[in-house]
C-alpha cells in the first residue's frame, strides 16, 4: 500500500521558516515525480512546486518563487519543502504528492498518490 506521509508543520511568524517532509512507503519513488500542493480556508487547492524524479528539474508557483525550495532525497525516499520569509498568505494545509512519471505537472490531476496534509499557519 502506498502511503505519503508529510511532517514539519506548524505555527510559525511571519518572516521565519519551516521545512516540510514527506515520506514514501509501501513502493520505491525514485522513477516518480513528486510535487507539493497547498490548500487555504475556502480556497481551491494550488500548486505550490514540483521536482523531477531525477531532482534535475524544478517548479514553483509565481508566489513561493524565491522563498521556498523543493529538494529529495532518493535514498530515503522522501521530497522536501524548505520554507522561507513565509507570509500570513501562506497558511493552508499542505499536500505531499506523486506521480506514476518521471516529469513533474503543476496540474494536481496529473498525480496519483496523496498524502493526508500538514497544518502551516504563519501569524502577522
Known amino acids: 500500500q502506498v502511503q505519503l506521509v508529510e511532517s514539519g508543520g506548524g505555527l510559525v511568524q511571519a518572516g521565519g521558516s519551516l521545512r516540510l517532509s514527506c515520506a514514501a512507503s509501501g513502493r520505491t519513488f525514485s522513477r516518480s515525480a513528486m510535487g507539493w500542493f497547498r490548500q487555504a480556508p475556502g480556497k481551491e487547492r494550488e500548486f505550490v512546486a514540483f521536482i523531477s524524479w531525477s531532482g534535475g528539474s524544478t517548479s514553483y508557483a509565481n508566489s513561493v518563487k524565491g522563498r521556498f525550495t523543493i529538494s529529495r532525497e532518493l535514498a530515503k525516499n522522501t521530497v522536501y519543502l524548505q520554507m522561507n520569509s513565509l507570509k500570513p498568505e501562506d497558511t493552508a494545509i499542505y499536500y505531499c504528492?506523486?506521480?506514476?512519471?518521471?516529469?513533474?505537472?503543476?496540474?494536481?490531476?496529473?498525480?496519483?498518490?496523496w498524502g493526508q496534509g500538514t497544518q502551516v499557519t504563519v501569524s502577522s
Open positions: 504528492a506523486a506521480r506514476e512519471s518521471i516529469r513533474g505537472t503543476s496540474d494536481a490531476v496529473g498525480y496519483d498518490y
